[in-house]
């Protein structure tokens, strides 16, 4: 063994630095020489207050945990690079964009509402998030594996949340959606319903992170240097293909080894079969989403695949482990507002909603506004501002001049002027907007079922009737019976079979009428139909 070895008075063990073994020091630099005791009036009496070793060592470990991640606690991260095929550089400026451009990236995958210690094959959502430490400044890309989402303003996702997770007197289920309060708000949001068909499919739970498909889920902008802007819908397409497990087996695993999807994906990259993602995009412009029978600023809506086909603008590989969970998974910090030159967001209100939220969490997750200057979260490029002091600041101005416009011409290196505005900078692209203030969701909005009809018609007739089971063993689980047969009225909308199934499976003992719907289901869709522009 490494080191010397000795046996103290008491037979404990005393492995001390020799050689190569560096010796142990504490916060402050100054040599340990006995990390097994502490120091005591006697061997048998009372500790001493002067013991700054043990005082520091204790004082350290109490404050080890941050608060978890209010969603998507329990998550998973390793590096890599994204390399761009050059598809994107004719519609934006973004040098992330540019024909074989590498640019190093982080990714980390989560579940939505287990608890950080939950278990990794949930029925849940998955997350997809992506940092690229651009030459521009940080890009973030913050998916899921669905792409579409459960509500459309982001006023309800404290209520979506809060219903999801843990019930608050009984503090279960952690992870998953079979409860009463998740069904009472899903059965009372019918915007929802596209979503439940796609989490309560065989989609939603991934044989491995390797396997998983994601997705942007909001409609983005892209914009040259000439000021043109395309929309643009993200989708990472896995190498590997997409394959999931269906709920017999998530089970099965979950008891034997509540961790696979984490340990799937570090053995996989420690043994050098690195996982890769194609980056696909759907891209239209003003008058293609004019033309669209549902609205493209609406995330619980995709656009069909067959109507506007996905071409590949770039690949993702993962090849490197953290090398240290806490400081890498668990202090990256992602937000959607994290953009660069050529790249700009929609007016999605949910978008707008993220935008606001992310900074806001992470400043009390993270404990200090100053989270950017942690290496995981910081950019890769120069940094310059007159941000400055806050916890932990280890990035202020050098010099005197801290504020500008300042006059000061840098007579002295103490003098210089410091960074200033450049035209070459992020500029929002010019959206013209009339309009009044107004709390009213849009009458294009309103379509809750036609497309989650669509995605239910486009199953075969296995995976169909793994939805039916889905949904009949999660509602099962729901005490209230007025809930389980509201849903039932939802899936009325959806396809009769459907409902038909599931009431059986409850044992309904009176099937509720459909209901009532701003926007009658398209009965007509079928998965073959490009149902979603309007032909006219
Ligand atoms: C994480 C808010 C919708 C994807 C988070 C976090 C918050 C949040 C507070 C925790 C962030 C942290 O502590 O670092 C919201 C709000 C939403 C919303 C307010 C809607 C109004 C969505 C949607 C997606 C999404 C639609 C997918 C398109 C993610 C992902 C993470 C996350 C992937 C985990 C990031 C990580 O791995 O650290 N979200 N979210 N969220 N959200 Fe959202």
Redesign the pocket.
């Known amino acids: 063994m490494a080191g010397g070895h000795e046996v103290g008075k008491g037979g404990e063990t005393h492995q001390t630095a020799q050689g190569q073994v560096p010796p142990l020091t504490t916060q402050q630099g100054v040599v340990v020489s006995d990390d097994q005791n502490t120091l005591r009036a006697g061997p048998r009496g009372p500790a001493l207050l002067e013991d700054f070793h043990f005082r520091e060592k204790i004082f350290h470990f109490d404050h080890e945990r941050i ?1 978890e ?4 606690a329990r ?1 998973y ?1 390793a590096h890599g690079f994204f390399e761009s095929n050059g598809l994107l550089e004719s519609v934006s400026r973004a040098a992330v964009f540019k024909k074989g451009e590498k640019t190093p990236a982080f990714v ?3 579940t ?1 509402a287990g608890n950080k210690g939950s278990a990794d094959l949930a029925r849940d ?5 992506a940092k690229f430490y651009t030459k521009e400044g940080n890009w973030d890309l ?3 594996n669905i792409p579409v ?1 459960f ?1 459309q ?6 209520d ?2 809060h219903a999801a997770k843990q019930e608050p007197d009984r503090a279960f289920p952690q992870a998953q959606t079979a409860h009463d309060n998740f069904w009472d708000f899903i059965s009372l949001t019918p915007e929802s319903m596209n979503m439940v068909m796609w989490i309560m499919s065989d989609r939603t739970i991934p044989r491995s992170f390797r396997f998983m498909e994601g ?4 409609t983005f902008r892209l914009v040259t240097a000439e000021g043109k802007s395309t929309f643009v819908k993200f989708h990472w397409k896995p190498k590997l293909g997409l394959q999931s497990v269906v709920w017999n087996e998530a089970v099965k695993i979950n008891g034997a080894d509540p961790d696979f999807h984490r340990r799937d994906l570090w053995t996989a990259i420690e043994s050098g079969a690195f996982p890769e993602w194609e980056l696909g995009v759907q891209l239209f412009d003003e008058e293609f989403a004019a033309k669209f029978g549902f609205d493209l600023l609406d ?1 619980t809506k995709i656009i069909p695949e067959e109507d506007l086909p996905v071409k590949i603008a770039g690949r993702l590989v993962l090849d490197r482990n953290v090398d240290n969970f806490f400081a890498e ?1 668990e202090q ?5 507002q994290n953009v660069v030159p050529g790249i700009d967001f929609s007016n999605d209100p ?2 707008q ?2 935008n ?3 900074l ?3 400043l ?3 404990g200090s506004p100053n989270f950017t200057h942690i290496p995981i979260n910081a950019p890769r490029c120069p940094v310059m501002n007159f941000q400055q002091d806050g916890h932990m600041a280890m990035r202020n101005p050098k010099g005197r001049v801290n504020y500008e416009p300042n006059s000061w011409t840098g007579a002295t290196p103490r003098e210089l002027p410091g960074p200033r505005e450049s035209a070459q900078g992020y500029k929002s692209f010019p959206e013209p907007i009339q309009a009044q203030k107004v709390r009213e969701r849009s009458e294009t909005f309103s379509d809750h079922y036609s497309q989650a009809r669509q995605f239910y018609v486009s199953q075969t007739d296995i995976e169909k009737q793994h939805i039916a089971n889905a949904l009949t063993f999660e509602l099962s689980k729901v005490e209230r019976v007025d809930i389980r047969a509201r849903m039932v009225a939802h899936l009325l909308n959806i396809d009769q079979g459907l409902a038909d199934a599931v009431a059986k499976g409850l044992r309904l003992k009176e099937v509720p009428k459909p209901m009532p719907a701003a926007k009658p289901t398209r009965q007509d869709l079928k998965p073959s139909d490009k149902l979603s522009i309007v032909k006219n």
């Open positions: 608060p991640r209010v969603v998507h998550g991260g980390r995958f989560s939505v959502v998955r997350g997809f998030a913050v998916g899921n989402f509500i303003d982001p006023i309800k996702f404290p979506l949340i997705f942007g889920v909001h995330p998974t990256v910090a992602f937000c959607t949910l978008l909603g993220r606001f939220s992310y806001d969490t992470q009390k997750r993270l």
